[in-house]
């Protein structure tokens, strides 16, 4: 079955770096676009970034570009996130989620997330 | 303050019948797909709708989806307990070139 694990969270101090990975299993991982996706605690989803199926693309909320990276290695059927200059407002459960479905070439398909990974938690203290 | 427009809040009994809106722009709704998912305490969230008006196999015909210009809707016909959870709506966002997410409604079933 499709499946999606993350790993890498911890507890890091501001001004620090983590990088998260998010292993794949049970499709054809390089066909689709990936995303991470954040929750702060009792807040509601936030969009984060997401690669295209070749990693050549890639798109950034505001609020992290700059200091976040998205890359993928499809040998490996792993999604990463490298989190630099992490700020306490950092705090949140990352989730990576898979796009619901590949090689339509729309836009509007990107707001599609099927499925979605249980999620790792970041903690960035004040 | 998210981009897509919710109530924070919706409420019914069981059996009830239950609607919640989402409010965007030109960018986003008025232009591209509507996606609608539901985040259960400790869960991931699940997909609900996609493509505005399409449920995936697996979810209860009880969830529906629509969109009319630059606002969306999901209904939740004969309300039960185990639906209490928070609903979000998602789309992508041709002005800011990402995915907007709405604040999220959180649904009591009384």
């Known amino acids: 079955q499709v499946q999606l694990v993350e790993s890498g969270g911890g507890v890091v101090q501001p001004g620090r770096s983590l990088r998260l990975s998010c292993a794949a299993s049970?499709?054809?991982?390089?066909?689709?676009?990936m995303h991470w996706v954040r929750q702060a605690p009792g807040k509601g989803l936030e969009w984060v970034a997401l690669t295209s199926y070749n990693g050549n693309d890639r798109y950034y909320a505001d609020s992290v570009r700059g200091r976040f990276t998205i890359s993928r290695d499809n040998s490996k059927n792993t999604l990463y996130l490298q989190m630099d200059s992490l700020r306490v407002e950092d705090t949140a459960v990352y989730f990576c989620a898979r796009c619901g479905t590949y090689g339509s070439g729309r836009y509007s398909d990107l707001g599609w997330f099927d499925p979605w990974g249980q999620g790792t938690l970041v903690t960035v203290p004040s | 303050q998210s981009v897509l427009t919710q109530p924070p809040s919706a409420s019914g009994t069981p059996g009830q019948r239950v609607t919640i809106s989402c409010s965007g722009s030109s960018f986003n709704i008025g232009n591209n797909d509507v996606y609608w998912y539901q985040d259960l305490p400790g869960m991931a969230p699940k997909l609900l709708i996609y493509r505005s008006d399409q449920r995936p196999s697996g979810v209860p015909d009880r969830f529906s989806g629509s969109k009319s210009g630059t606002s969306a809707s999901l209904a939740i016909s004969g309300l039960r307990s185990e639906d209490e959870a928070d609903y979000y709506c998602a789309a992508w966002d041709d002005s800011l070139s990402g995915v907007v997410f709405g604040g999220g409604t959180k649904l009591t079933v009384l």
């Open positions: 049970g499709f054809t991982f390089r066909n689709y676009v």
